[in-house]
Nanobody, 124 residues
Framework: QVQLVESGGGLVQPGGSLRLSCVASGFTLKYYTMAWFRQAPGEEREAVACISSVEGSTYYPDSLTGRFTISRDNDKNAVYLQMNNLIPEDTALYYC?????????????????WGQGTQVTVSS
């Protein structure tokens, strides 16, 4: 059974950093594309970062390039999202996702397994 458990969210001031974790069970994540998405109230779910099993290639939307970094620890069967220089617009529920395929377009409609999410709030 595929399970994804996110952690690491919280309240942070603008300009601060957070590192989100997603621990996977029921499958070996190094063989599959993993992703982070986020959804703010009243907004559509949007891609934050994806990491492919193919040479660990990564994708970020242009608006987030340079502030967010996705990484993977195969020994811990976990994927991470390092978020720096956070702004209030980053406030959202952040989800980890997979579709158990080695390459998946970084779009929410292409992922079928999701964690429960971890809340990130950026506010002074």
């Amino acid at each position: 059974q595929v399970q994804l458990v996110e952690s690491g969210g919280g309240l942070v001031q603008p300009g601060g950093s957070l590192r989100l974790s997603c621990v996977a069970s029921g499958f070996t994540l190094k063989y599959y594309t993993m992703a982070w998405f986020r959804q703010a109230p009243g907004e559509e779910r949007e891609a934050v970062a994806c990491i492919s099993s193919v040479e660990g290639s990564t994708y970020y939307p242009d608006s987030l390039t340079g502030r967010f970094t996705i990484s993977r620890d195969n020994d811990k069967n976990a994927v991470y999202l390092q978020m720096n220089n956070l702004i209030p617009e980053d406030t959202a529920l952040y989800y980890c996702a997979t579709d158990l395929r080695d390459w998946v377009p970084c779009r929410s409609q292409d992922f079928r397994s999701w964690g429960q999410g971890t809340q990130v709030t950026v506010s002074s």
